[in-house]
Nanobody, 124 residues
């Protein structure tokens, strides 16, 4: 089993920054690509960003491109999401996900393990 624990959420004013972390434990050798998703109240969960095992390939949702950066430190079994120029519409619970395959995917069903989520609130 793989356990994922997110941290770093909080409240910030529009234009501010937050950095999320996701620490993996357990059978971490089975993890390849990882991703971040988010779910706002009353909305479906949506893709935010994904990264390959080496970190050499990344992909982003259009809504966050140029503002968010995903990166990872495999020595620490941790993936990060640096969020800059935050907007009120970024308010959501943010979830970390991991998959065994190393191909990048924006589809939730392609991920094998999920964290519990961390709340990000952006006020105007």
């Amino acid at each position: 089993q793989v356990q994922l624990v997110e941290s770093g959420g909080g409240s910030v004013q529009a234009g501010g920054s937050l950095s999320l972390s996701c620490a993996a434990s357990g059978r971490t050798f089975s993890i390849s690509a990882m991703g971040w998703f988010r779910q706002a109240p009353g909305k479906e969960r949506e893709f935010v960003a994904a990264i390959s095992w080496s970190g050499g390939r990344t992909t982003y949702a259009d809504s966050v491109k140029g503002r968010f950066t995903i990166f990872r430190d495999n020595a620490k079994n941790t993936v990060y999401l640096q969020m800059n120029i935050l907007k009120p519409e970024d308010t959501a619970a943010y979830y970390c996900a991991a998959r065994r395959a190393d191909s990048l995917s924006i589809a939730q069903n392609d991920y094998d393990n999920w964290g519990q989520g961390t709340q990000v609130t952006v006020s105007s």
